[in-house]
């Protein structure tokens, strides 16, 4: 792990700490700190909403800050041209895809590599107006490559054991009290994510 890889841990696990340590476990219990919608924490979000051109935009804004959240991370990690941050984690994600940071992320299947500290963890998600979601890394590429920048969440690996690793990523509960910078637990095998919680689509290699 290389020195951009660990200020992208650290700065995660700043704001995880800094909203009250909330958790989700393996057996999917959850533990939510501090809610987006108070303060000091709704100030918080809008210290991620303005790396993303929002700078008014707050913990009560109705719209999903799970993306600004990594942006931000990766701003204050100091990757400069080597990330090119978005509201939405598909449009980012693209961008990797693309050869955008050629030299330091690569988008890679979940199925045909180790996670590590300082990945990217993708996964799609529905929501109440969209059910038609991407089930696997083929099926996101195709939709990428068509210009269809859907619904998905990404979280950044921050440990590593041998049958599970945790990660973080914000906006991650919509359950009350509301969205948090929340650290979650997930099965491996082998070194692969072997965790059927989730639809996971794309991790993200990070060399720096």
């Known amino acids: 792990m290389g020195p951009l890889s660990e200020r992208l841990i650290d700065a995660a696990t700043q704001e995880w700490e800094f909203f ?3 958790s989700r476990a393996l057996n999917n219990k959850w533990k939510i700190g501090g809610d987006e919608h108070d303060p000091p924490y709704r100030e918080r979000v809008q210290r991620y909403w303005s790396v993303v051109g929002h700078p008014t935009w707050d913990g009560r804004t ?3 800050w799970s993306g600004a959240f990594i942006s931000w991370c990766f701003d204050r990690a100091d990757y400069g041209s080597r990330f090119e941050g978005s509201a939405k984690h598909s449009i980012y994600i693209d961008w ?3 050869g955008g940071s050629a030299d330091t992320l690569d988008l890679v299947d ?3 590599a180790d996670v590590e500290p300082g990945d ?4 799609s998600r529905r929501d109440e107006t969209t059910s038609n ?3 696997n890394y083929t099926q996101a590429i195709a939709r990428l490559q068509a210009g269809d920048f859907f619904i ?3 979280d950044i690996i921050v440990g590593v054991g041998d049958s599970e690793f945790s990660s973080i990523g914000g906006n991650v509960s919509n359950e009350d009290p509301g969205g948090s910078v929340t650290k979650s637990t997930w099965r491996i095998n082998g070194g692969r994510i072997a965790d059927p919680r989730k639809s996971w689509i794309g991790l ?3 060399r720096g």
Request: hydrophobic fraction near 30%.
């Open 20 to 22: 009250g340590y909330s």
């Open 62 to 64: 109705k719209q999903p």
């Open 96 to 98: 990797i895809r693309r």
């Open 110 to 112: 979940p199925q045909s």
């Open 120 to 123: 990217l963890i993708w996964n």
């Open 133 to 135: 979601i991407p089930q």
């Open 152 to 154: 998905s969440h990404v």
């Open 204 to 206: 993200v290699k990070n």
